[in-house]
């Protein structure tokens, strides 16, 4: 009796033993925006992260776990962004990052990525020139000449012949202001003044006042999705500018899903190019948006971030499973290089090799009553639409 009980006990401790041997945790460092006046984006972009790895928790390997690790970049502050990279691959041994919000983080980040080889996920940040700056980063996201330069183009085959500008002044908006511009011009059209706005402004009435005063068909504008598009909107509105026949254009940012609510009928009308839309009707997006509103709340509309940051994941648990949770940082970019996903709420969409920025449909949308309720409508679709910007500047 004693002998079989020791034996028994010897392969229970094998067993366990084998099991510790090859549970393997994969630890992911998210940087996001979390605090400061940008906090609803980060919440946007986190809530993305949790829907997808409470849905495929299940679905990665036997004895693989992931830990995710997040940190506050308190918005656009690149220095914050770079120590908590730093912090993140020294002190916390990820062997992946993530995030974020803002552009210019992403720049500061990216030269760390390539000293520490540790693969960048973007699930946000959309100047073109990202991708560039470290064989380590692949986005999945957006680039804003993705959206604003093919929207140059068709509105000036629209019938809108004189645009005034109006960017935020940084990074994205830089890039959203020179593919439009490119775009509109090249195409015919004319542009007949522009504005850069400060970063999380305060008040928009300024610069709508001088684009009105132009007297354009249209204002081309982009802002940080969230409460600065809600406070563009009102400008645009309480000046008058619908009612003097001048149109709001943009990308997506301008009429972003979840802010829709509180925009109220001045949005009705506005035409985005953009990647995707909560109202689109893809079977893939309506399982994608039940399962939103029954994690989050029957009332909330999912953005464009919290897409990115769930197909982010998406792309993550590919390269986790396909190497058993032990993360080699050149076989990972390797893996991303040219993954598709076909099945996204956003549609098809892609990691080009070449250059490791996404590949993706642009839809042409209108703000409509749908139901009652205000939604961009998808009307025109851009299929596999890659960054022109790097089309336009190949490596030399």
Same mark, same amino acid.
């Given at each position: 009796m004693g002998f079989r009980a020791s034996a028994v006990g010897a392969v229970c401790i094998a067993i366990c033993f084998v099991t510790a041997a090859s549970a393997q945790t994969v630890k992911l460092g998210v940087i996001n925006t979390y605090s400061g006046p940008s906090a609803n984006l980060g919440e946007q972009l986190d809530r993305g992260i949790r829907l997808y790895v409470k849905q495929h928790e299940k679905d990665l390997p036997p004895g693989v776990k992931l830990e995710i690790i997040r940190r506050d970049d308190t918005g656009p502050n690149p220095e914050v962004a770079k120590r908590m990279a730093q912090e993140l691959v020294t002190r916390d041994h990820v062997q992946l990052l993530a995030g974020p919000i803002y552009s210019p983080?992403?720049? =500061? @980040? +990216?030269? @760390?990525? $390539? *000293?520490?080889?540790?693969?960048? @996920?973007?699930?946000?940040? /959309?100047?073109? !020139?990202?991708? $560039?700056?470290?064989?380590?980063?692949?986005?999945v996201s957006f680039t804003m000449w993705q959206s604003s330069y093919p929207l140059g183009v068709w509105a000036a085959k629209n019938g809108i012949k004189k645009v005034f500008t109006a960017v935020t002044d940084f990074a994205p908006g830089i890039d959203s202001e020179a593919a439009f511009i490119k775009g509109f011009t090249e195409a015919g059209g004319q542009i007949v003044g522009s504005v850069r706005m400060p970063v999380n402004n305060a008040d928009y009435v300024p610069f709508m006042q001088r684009a009105k005063d132009t007297t354009p068909d249209a204002v081309y504008s982009f802002v940080p999705a969230g409460k600065d598009a809600v406070a563009i909107m009102k400008a645009f509105g309480d000046l008058g500018l619908k009612q003097a026949g001048i149109k709001l254009i943009g990308p997506g #940012? &301008?009429?972003? #899903? *979840? *802010? &829709?609510? /509180?925009? /109220? #009928? !001045?949005? &009705? /009308?506005? !035409?985005? =190019?953009?990647?995707?839309?909560? +109202? =689109?009707?893809?079977?893939a997006n309506q399982a994608f948006i039940k399962a939103y509103k029954a994690e989050f709340g029957t009332n909330e509309e999912p953005s464009f971030l919290v897409v990115d940051a769930y197909d982010g994941m998406a792309a993550i648990f590919h390269v986790i499973a396909a190497q058993q949770g032990h993360i080699d940082p050149d076989k990972t970019l390797e893996l991303l290089k040219g993954w598709r996903n076909e099945d996204s709420p956003r549609g098809p969409f892609m990691i080009d090799p070449a250059t490791r920025d996404v590949v993706q449909n642009e839809y042409v949308r209108r703000v409509e009553k749908v139901n009652g309720q205000l939604a961009n409508v998808e009307f025109e679709t851009l299929p596999m639409v890659k960054d022109p910007w790097k089309e336009m500047n190949p490596p030399k």
């Open positions: 983080n992403a720049l =500061a @980040i +990216a030269p @760390i990525a $390539t *000293e520490a080889k540790v693969p960048f @996920i973007i699930m946000n940040a /959309g100047t073109a !020139v990202i991708t $560039t700056k470290s064989p380590y980063i692949a986005r #940012d &301008l009429t972003t #899903d *979840e *802010e &829709l609510p /509180g925009m /109220g #009928d !001045v949005a &009705l /009308g506005v !035409v985005t =190019a953009h990647h995707y839309s909560a +109202a =689109a009707t893809r079977p």
